[in-house]
């Protein structure tokens, strides 16, 4: 509730104390509607009352308008009614009246003319009236005008009948729409309803008063602009056939929510805010009595509606939920979202309340559409007195302070950041006036610090003389410019810091992801509105090239480095999240697919950041990794199969089975998925519809879109291989495993495990998998040992590196030959030793199986912290961009002679 008068409406309202004088029995009126909350009135009541006095319902409207605002200056003043109230009552009146009006009007226009009718549907022609504005956000002021725009569905002519007229459907709309707005503003006897302004119209005052769709669609699409896209967010559709609102919203959806993270939003509303503030300044130098506007001043309500409408034109298209048409729900969203700190939503909706209050209270003084405190003295005093407070200075120190917090934040998010110290892009201008000009880089980057400041130099040019840069526009030219500038000496501090890499190599990455996002105005205004993210950026590309490469591909991960919301999503809450983006892209297989693949990048990204930061081991971020594979191998069954239409149940009794690395739960950032599919269902129509799903699941994880793609899927460890069905039924894959499966295929499945789908299929399989592993081998135990080394040499033959290098997966004493020593010892001996069958990874089973006597402990102990050690270094090496980890023989030597060790003890 707002904070209760000392003062009464009577003596503090000259509109209240005019409308009760003019007429006897409307204090006493107003007394009793004040009694009741006035937040959704039965305004169809409160009409009927007018209008059985006999007059025109013009003029009944009016004096319902008159009635609701006294109420609630009574209500208001006297502490019972909220800031939510008074918008809600206004608003409801407002939409109330559109439509009663527009009804009433309907019917006389179509009694003379026809109804209006579809040249190519045949339907009836209903006029959309949109509400702009605070209006369309459910927050009109108490003595507001209206922002309308008025819409109809198609051209054509009305059916006219005997004695009517025919006219076009736009002709028809346009009269319509002219004796709306006389009905709503024209000043009578009882005064208007409501101010209307049809400025927000397609091509402005110059415009046709109605449009049809195709014309709104025409016109957004060719000459749409930039604060145009500002008023759009807040349009609601007050009249008009559901779907034809549902059209029309197809229309104005994309053109207001970019579908990418649309950061050049903030320089056109900060160019948009300083022509405002320019025309406030000039009238406040004309009337310098009039310096106080809470709407439109420093500080004032537009700034932090600006706040928050920056945020949902830049994440609106990605984010749903953002496109809400209040402020006050937007902010609260912005801390949901963890967009804003709560502490300054707070602080935000505090300071846009007491604004509203007291742009309400300027208001009620005359029923003036004013914004500004008045000029004399004594008004002052009892806007004050309205506002709950003391005297004049009390409000005008309360004002100041609310206005102070609201300017910071407006500065701290619309101040121009991109352009670096004078000195050092003056250095840099050379390369825009003369690419050959490298004397003058080479000195600059000399005075920086950089290694080899010639060929730098040289590097920077053959960039900024690239095709693709020169032929940018002006302002995207001068952008990349000031990028540059503000990068060098970020460059410089960076590798001083790391002691570690070169400064050419750090540019080399920098420019050219640069270059690749050069036509991209929205990644340039992201990096240039937010300098601490552009220096996170080179720090990842310094200690990473394949980061580096990453973000090159994928750069719309530069939303993850904009804060420090940072860590990863749970298990649980990512899948719940992913979820209900994914139904709201319903229909939308594309946006599906781009969904998956966005969500993956971004969880991705954060565990890269963790990584190079130092704060994940290896087999901390393989888990995660793994971990949110699961999460998108899950989502992607689920989605995939509401897509096959023939689908005869609606959850799939099916299963995805990992196997290798993904099974194993040791993924890495590149990994394929190595899968097989089981279903068990009885159904008919089960083997088909399964297979469809297992070839839809293929598609979705491996089809190229915009966004990229997830990953490559092998599935040849599936029953009898590439030959074999894509999908296998329980039994059929239980009869396989006993009878017919190959000895490297009960390897495979000792990292094999359930990973996504039906829960009672996974547990199946896993009874299944432990059967298998603990058959009794021991008659066979050189059966077993020779397939297995028959196996090895086998991979040998298939990847030989002819290299003097090392190569730590394949080669000899390195990790394939680890893990086959794991696979061995789980076959052979968990008939005796069941506790092996678990999928603990590699590591932790050789340390059991030293434990359980079957290998000599310290070798094993030397083998698990070999394994250990390559892991780690083939991490590094990728990290770098190294797709073959290979080192000097040297480098490795010692762990590499623990693994010959253990496997000379079990296989010679």
Known sequence: MTEPSSACPANTSRFYQRWIDAAPGREERVAQLAQLSLACPDFGALLEHELAAGIPLPRAMRRLRNLLLAALIRRELAGFASLDEVVSAMTGLADFAIRTHLADL??????????????????????????????????????????????????????????????????????????????LSEVIEDGFTFRVDMALRPNGNSGPLAASLNMVEEYLIVQGREWERYAWVKARAVTGAPEDIAALDAIVRPFVFRRYLD????????????????????????????????????????????????????????????????????????????????ETVERLLAAYTFLRNLEHRLQYLDDAQTHTLPANEADRLLVARMMGLAD?????????????????????????KSAPPGEERAELDAIAADPEALAAIAA??????????????????????????????D???????????????????????????????????????????????????LLSEYPHTLE????MMHASGWAATFLTLHPILLDELLDDRGGIDEPAQLSASLDAKLEEAVGDTERQLDILRETHHAQQFRLLALDLAGELTVERLADHLSALADVIVAATVRWAWKTVATRHRDDPRFAVIAYGKLGGKELGYVSDL??????????????????????????????????????????????????????????????????????????ALTRARFCAGDAAIGARFEAIREAVLRRDRATQAEELKAEVLKMRQRMHEAYPNRTALFDLKQDAGGMIDIEFIVQYLVLRYSCQHPELTANVGNIALLHRSAGLGLIDPSLAAGAADAYRTMRKRQHQLRLQGMDLPRVPPAQLSTQREHVTALWTSIFS
């Open 106 to 183: 309907m019917g006389e226009l179509v009694a003379a003319h026809g109804m209006p009718m579809s040249a190519e549907s045949g339907r009836p022609q209903e006029m959309m009236v949109l509400a702009m504005g605070k209006q369309g956000g459910g927050e009109l002021n108490v003595s507001s005008d209206i922002d309308l725009i008025f819409v109809y569905p198609e051209d054509g002519e009305t059916a006219a009948g005997p004695g009517q007229r025919e006219l076009s459907n736009h002709e028809f709309f346009v009269r319509l729409g002219r004796r709306l707005i006389g009905a």
């Open 263 to 342: 950061f050049g939003v903030i320089d056109a509303l900060r160019n948009m805010h300083a022509q405002i503030r320019a025309e406030v300044k000039r009238q406040e130098r004309l009337h310098p009595d009039r310096s106080n506007n809470v709407k439109l001043g420093r500080g004032g309500i537009r700034e932090i509606e600006f706040l928050a409408q920056v945020f949902q034109l830049i994440r609106g298209g990605r984010d749903p939920a953002l496109r809400e048409r209040s402020t006050r729900l937007t902010l609260r969203l912005l801390a949901e979202r963890e967009l804003m700190t709560a």
């Open 392 to 416: 004049v200075p009390t409000l005008l120190a309360r004002l100041e302070g609310q206005r102070a917090f609201v300017a910071a934040q407006f500065d701290d998010m619309f101040a121009d």
């Open 444 to 473: 600059h980057l000399t005075t920086l610090g950089f290694e080899e400041p010639a060929a730098n130099a040289r590097r920077l040019a053959a960039t900024w003389g690239a095709p693709r840069l020169q032929s940018l526009p």
């Open 475 to 525: 302002a995207s030219r001068a952008r990349l410019l000031a990028l540059v500038n503000q990068a060098l000496p970020l460059v410089a501090t960076v590798v001083q810091e790391a002691g570690v890499g070169s400064h050419g190599a750090t540019l080399g990455r920098l420019l050219d992801f640069l270059e690749a996002i050069a036509r991209r105005s929205a990644y340039l205004a």
């Open 536 to 539: 996170r950026v080179i720090r």
């Open 674 to 747: 190595d899968v097989i599919f089981l279903y068990d269902d009885e159904d008919d129509m089960a083997p088909s519809n399964y297979a469809k799903l297992g070839q839809r699941f293929i598609t979705w994880m491996t089809a190229h879109t915009p966004a990229g793609i997830l990953f490559d899927i092998d599935t040849a460890l599936r029953p009898d291989g590439a030959s074999g069905m894509l999908v296998s039924s329980l039994a059929a894959f239980e009869r396989y495993q006993h009878n017919a499966a190959w000895v490297w295929e009960h390897q």
